[in-house]
Each structure stands twice: as structure tokens, then as C-alpha cells.
């Protein structure tokens, strides 16, 4: 049966998704639902707008001839991005997903030429009454990657190379060196920030600096195999970030942070279908097989992935949040009693190191 007269007869209780699409009862009866995915960066085989990209795949794997998707890559944050969302949704496209943080003025400003057509950002934090925003708790596989590399270092120094300094990014930063000083206190973190979600020169630029200042095992939150790649030239260790990054250096891979996108998506596209969407926020983590440590490399102890496996059940369970208390920051004031967790509001806006991170956050 085709997915749009069943569709049809969903919305005929309700006009504003009869609107939204501009559907009544058997009317463009064999058209599927046009999804747009627009993306920063080439799709690749690794990475941010990899992943993202598998999850549109994903996509059209569950809901086949139901849907139609469009994949724009390499598209910047400024007002190109505006030019295309507004091409996409003067095209049909009635589901439009931004998937970079920068997009989201753009997107506000574009959702309201088009009441009709719902819009999807992620990381994002504005949200009006077509315009969504959707986010993975990466930091839940920044936590598990930092018990591997509390484990594994051999210096107590580790490194990160950070992109841009937004919460989501710092947040990412304190996970990992939380993670890591749950098994060994004595560790530290030095970030180097490059200013750029892919850069890959400047990414293997930072790698470099920080183990030359005795970084043993790094993380980074920008989008190329770079910081992978520079570890293993160096005979450290590093992790794959967004997806599995293996191939770029087998001897210093040590697991991968992957986010699993389609279990948005998935869910956003079920909404539409059933006329049952709304603007909203939703940050879903572990506990939904949003995000995992994956890929681990023969160098990592069975111990070591048994450790992960209790911490990630935990965290599955809500025994335990990477942000649980007795919690301190950098300046070692309490944030979080003891027994109790932070929650999101605070997660969301965090602009602050905890105790473990040295430097200072960029103003």
C-alpha cells in the first residue's frame, strides 16, 4: 500500500498537519515524503557529516519508497546555508534537517517564510513553533573514552583538541577528563582549540603540540581522522570521534565515540507520518543507542572494555551521569552536591572546566 494514503487519512483529524503539508484526503496520493539533510562538511567515510549521513541512509532503509531524501554537503554557516534551506523548502521538502550548530539563525529566520514545513536543528537551542532541535548526549562517549584513557596512559597527561568553545564542546572536555580521573585521579587534560569544526592541518597542528607538552592519549571534537593520524605517527594513542576512525591509524585507535543519528531521525520522520509532530527538544543519549564506544583495538585490555561495559550499563540504567556528584570546577567551588546529578539546563549552558582540566575557557 502506498505510505501517503494511509498518511492522508491520518492527518484528516488534523488541520494543522493537513496545512503543514498541504495534503487532503487523496490528494498527491503516490508522493513520498521529501526529507532534506543539510550538512557542513563532504560526507566522507568519517566523521560528523558521516554520521549524520548514515542516519539519513538509515532512513530510507526503515521507510524505503515512503520517504525521498536529499543529502546538500559542504555547506558553511553563513548565508549560504540560508539560501539553501529556503531552496530546499520552496522545492517540497517538507522535513528539513540542519545539522551544525552554525545553521541556527538561518534556520529561524527561514522557518518563518515557511510555516508549513518543519524544520530540525541540531544542537541547537531556539525553537519556534515549526523549528525543532534535536542532540546526542556525546558526552556520554566522551566519559567512556576517558576510563579507557585513564586506563591506558602511561604519563597521566592527556589531550584534546577542541573545535569551537560552546558548551557542547566543553561539555565534552570535562566528560572526558571525568571519565578518566574516575580511574586515575591524578590525571589531567590540556586542550588545544583550533577555532574550526575541520581543519584537518590545524587539527594535526594541535595533536602534535600537545604531545610534545607529554599528551599520551587524545581526543578530539573536530571532524577529521588528523588527531587519529598524528597519534599514530607518534606511537600514541587517540580515539575516533562521531564515527569509527580505525583505518587512519590501527596502532593508535583505541575505540570510537559513534552517534547513531538515525535514532532521531527515525523518530522524527514516524512523527510527520503520523501527524503527530511538534517543535520541541530532544537529547537522547546511551539509554536510546544514540551514542556508544565502539571499535576497540586489540591494545585495549578485556579488562578495560569489561570496565566500559559496567560504566556504559550504568549509564543506561540513570546509575550513573558522567556529571554526578560531589562535583567540583576548575576553581574547585561545588557545582554538584553529592547524590545528586546536573541537570540538562545546566549541562546545556556549561562554560567551565572541572577540576582535572588545565588552562582557561577562551572568552
Same mark, same amino acid.
Given at each position: 500500500?502506498?505510505?501517503?494514503?494511509?498518511?492522508?487519512?491520518?492527518? +484528516?483529524?488534523?488541520?494543522?498537519?493537513?496545512?503543514? &503539508?498541504?495534503?487532503?484526503?487523496?490528494?498527491?496520493?503516490?508522493?513520498?515524503?521529501?526529507?532534506?539533510?543539510?550538512?557542513? @562538511?563532504?560526507?566522507?567515510?568519517?566523521? $560528523?557529516?558521516?554520521?549524520?549521513?548514515?542516519?539519513?541512509?538509515?532512513?530510507?532503509?526503515?521507510? @524505503?519508497?515512503?520517504?525521498?531524501?536529499?543529502?546538500?554537503?559542504?555547506?558553511?554557516?553563513?548565508?549560504?546555508?540560508?539560501?539553501?534551506?529556503?531552496?530546499?523548502?520552496?522545492?517540497?521538502?517538507?522535513?528539513?534537517?540542519?545539522?551544525? &550548530?552554525?545553521?541556527?539563525?538561518?534556520?529561524?529566520?527561514?522557518?518563518?517564510? &515557511?510555516?508549513?514545513?518543519?524544520?530540525?536543528?541540531?544542537?541547537?537551542?531556539?525553537?519556534?513553533?515549526?523549528?525543532?532541535?534535536?542532540?546526542?548526549?556525546?558526552?556520554? @562517549? +566522551?566519559?567512556?573514552?576517558?576510563?579507557?584513557?585513564?586506563?591506558?596512559?602511561?604519563?597521566?597527561?592527556?589531550?584534546?583538541?577542541?573545535?569551537?568553545?560552546?558548551?557542547?564542546?566543553?561539555?565534552?572536555?570535562?566528560?572526558?577528563?571525568?571519565?578518566?580521573?574516575?580511574?586515575?585521579? #591524578?590525571?589531567?587534560?590540556?586542550?588545544? $582549540?583550533?577555532?574550526?569544526?575541520?581543519?584537518?592541518?590545524?587539527?594535526?597542528?594541535?595533536?602534535?603540540?600537545?604531545?610534545? !607538552?607529554?599528551?599520551?592519549?587524545?581526543? !578530539?571534537?573536530?571532524?577529521?581522522? #588528523?588527531?587519529? !593520524?598524528?597519534?599514530?605517527?607518534?606511537?600514541?594513542?587517540?580515539?575516533? $570521534?562521531?564515527?569509527?576512525?580505525?583505518?587512519?591509524?590501527?596502532?593508535?585507535?583505541?575505540?570510537?565515540?559513534?552517534?547513531? $543519528?538515525?535514532?532521531?531521525?527515525?523518530?522524527?520522520?514516524?512523527?510527520?507520518?503520523?501527524?503527530?509532530?511538534?517543535?520541541?527538544?530532544? &537529547?537522547?543519549? #546511551?539509554?536510546?543507542?544514540?551514542?556508544?564506544?565502539?571499535?576497540?583495538?586489540?591494545?585495549?585490555?578485556?579488562?578495560?572494555?569489561?570496565?566500559?561495559?559496567?560504566?556504559?550499563?550504568?549509564?543506561?540504567?540513570?546509575?550513573?551521569?558522567?556529571?554526578?556528584?560531589?562535583?567540583?570546577? !576548575?576553581?574547585?567551588?561545588?557545582?554538584?552536591?553529592?547524590?545528586?546529578?546536573?541537570?540538562?539546563?545546566?549541562?546545556?549552558?556549561?562554560?567551565?572546566?572541572?577540576?582535572?582540566?588545565?588552562?582557561?575557557?577562551?572568552?
Amino acid at each position: 500500500m502506498s505510505a501517503l494514503p494511509t498518511l492522508a487519512r491520518r492527518l +484528516a483529524g488534523a488541520s494543522l498537519f493537513a496545512a503543514a &503539508f498541504g495534503l487532503a484526503a487523496g490528494a498527491q496520493a503516490a508522493d513520498p515524503l521529501k526529507l532534506g539533510f543539510v550538512y557542513l @562538511g563532504p560526507t566522507g567515510d568519517h566523521g $560528523w557529516t558521516y554520521a549524520h549521513d548514515q542516519g539519513r541512509k538509515g532512513v530510507e532503509s526503515k521507510f @524505503g519508497d515512503k520517504v525521498a531524501t536529499l543529502g546538500v554537503e559542504n555547506v558553511p554557516e553563513t548565508a549560504d546555508a540560508e539560501r539553501v534551506f529556503r531552496d530546499l523548502a520552496t522545492k517540497g521538502y517538507k522535513v528539513i534537517f540542519g545539522t551544525s &550548530f552554525g545553521y541556527m539563525n538561518q534556520m529561524e529566520k527561514v522557518a518563518k517564510s &515557511f510555516p508549513n514545513t518543519v524544520f530540525m536543528h541540531a544542537t541547537g537551542y531556539k525553537t519556534t513553533k515549526n523549528l525543532g532541535i534535536y542532540n546526542i548526549r556525546t558526552y556520554e @562517549g +566522551a566519559y567512556l573514552a576517558g576510563v579507557v584513557a585513564g586506563k591506558m596512559s602511561k604519563s597521566g597527561k592527556l589531550g584534546f583538541v577542541g573545535s569551537i568553545p560552546i558548551p557542547e564542546v566543553i561539555r565534552n572536555i570535562n566528560a572526558y577528563t571525568l571519565g578518566a580521573r574516575s580511574v586515575n585521579p #591524578a590525571i589531567s587534560t590540556k586542550v588545544i $582549540w583550533v577555532n574550526s569544526w575541520f581543519d584537518p592541518g590545524k587539527e594535526r597542528e594541535a595533536a602534535l603540540a600537545l604531545i610534545a !607538552q607529554g599528551a599520551d592519549v587524545l581526543l !578530539q571534537n573536530t571532524d577529521s581522522p #588528523a588527531v587519529v !593520524q598524528a597519534a599514530a605517527e607518534k606511537g600514541k594513542y587517540a580515539f575516533g $570521534w562521531d564515527s569509527e576512525m580505525t583505518k587512519f591509524g590501527p596502532s593508535a585507535h583505541l575505540a570510537a565515540a559513534v552517534l547513531h $543519528w538515525d535514532k532521531i531521525y527515525d523518530d522524527v520522520v514516524d512523527d510527520v507520518l503520523a501527524g503527530s509532530w511538534k517543535a520541541g527538544d530532544i &537529547f537522547i543519549g #546511551a539509554e536510546k543507542g544514540a551514542v556508544d564506544l565502539e571499535a576497540f583495538g586489540p591494545m585495549v585490555p578485556d579488562e578495560v572494555k569489561k570496565l566500559v561495559d559496567e560504566r556504559r550499563s550504568a549509564i543506561k540504567a540513570g546509575k550513573l551521569h558522567p556529571f554526578g556528584g560531589p562535583l567540583k570546577d !576548575q576553581a574547585g567551588k561545588e557545582v554538584v552536591a553529592a547524590g545528586k546529578a546536573m541537570d540538562d539546563k545546566t549541562l546545556l549552558g556549561m562554560n567551565y572546566y572541572v577540576g582535572g582540566v588545565e588552562g582557561s575557557v577562551p572568552k
